[in-house]
């Protein structure tokens, strides 16, 4: 596609509920991260995905969050047993490589949680 | 004490002023330095970036680094209702995924 896509644009779900986000990155970028933006806070790394290597999950918060990529494509980031705290907008970005910081990231819309 | 330290605002300045924005880090390891801007509801979209020390200039946008003082800043001439948003910083000592970043500061450009 023509940006980076992400579903659902907004998400309303009770405390204990589990939630799958979705990601479509730019074709052809083999890097795909997420972020957290808490309001009032600044971007939060939380899982890096390069090709088919290892993903790089150092930045996920607890064993509740967990994501997937299939290949170079479609991504989901799955948090289980949902806390108020996960309220907040979670984007997912692509570059072409992470070879060096050159590659420009581009960002998706974000998928709004809000957790009551 | 944060690795980057932005101030959020408000910023409140009229059509056509001079904007700046600023940063500071405390890690000495940062190479490359990035400006993204943020509209309401929108994901960050990059503006600038900046290997090392130095300036770089496009368009009405110049940003600045000053490593020898930890210190960043991005300058808007002319500035146009258009540039209100929030605009962040964030840098790295060399790799995308460990990118660290500023709160973000809030501009709103009056007509």
């Known amino acids: 596609g023509a940006g980076v896509s992400q579903s659902p644009s907004n998400k309303v779900t009770e405390k204990g509920k589990d939630v799958e986000l979705r990601c479509d990155p730019i074709?052809?970028?083999?890097?795909l991260y997420w972020y957290r933006q808490r309001l009032g806070q600044g971007l939060e790394f939380l899982i890096y995905?390069?090709?088919?290597?290892?993903?790089?999950k150092s930045g996920l918060p607890s064993d509740r969050f967990s994501a997937e990529r299939t290949g170079e494509s479609v991504s989901t980031l799955t948090i289980q047993r949902t806390q108020q705290e996960d309220s907040a907008v979670y984007l997912c970005?692509?570059?072409?490589?992470?070879?060096?910081?050159?590659?420009?990231?581009?960002f998706g819309e974000g998928s709004w949680l809000t957790v009551v | 004490q944060k690795e980057v330290e932005q101030d959020p605002g408000p910023l409140s300045v009229p059509e056509g002023a001079i904007v700046s924005l600023n940063c500071t880090y405390s890690?000495?390891?940062?190479?490359?330095f990035m400006w993204y801007r943020q509209y309401s509801r929108k994901g960050p979209e990059l503006l600038m970036y900046?290997?090392s020390s130095g300036n770089k200039e496009d368009g009405r946008f110049t940003a600045q680094v000053d490593k020898s003082s930890k210190y960043i800043s991005l300058f808007i001439r002319d500035s146009q209702p258009s540039d209100s948003a929030t605009y962040l910083c964030?840098?790295?000592?060399?790799?995308?995924?460990?990118?660290?970043w500023g709160l973000g500061t809030s501009l709103a450009v009056n007509p």
């Open positions: 995905f390069q090709g088919n290597s290892a993903p790089d």
């Open positions: 074709s052809g970028h083999t890097a």
């Open positions: 970005a692509s570059s072409f490589n992470a070879g060096g910081t050159g590659n420009t990231i581009y």
């Open positions: 964030a840098m790295s000592p060399g790799n995308n995924r460990k990118l660290i």
């Open positions: 900046t290997y």
């Open positions: 890690n000495s390891a940062f190479q490359y």
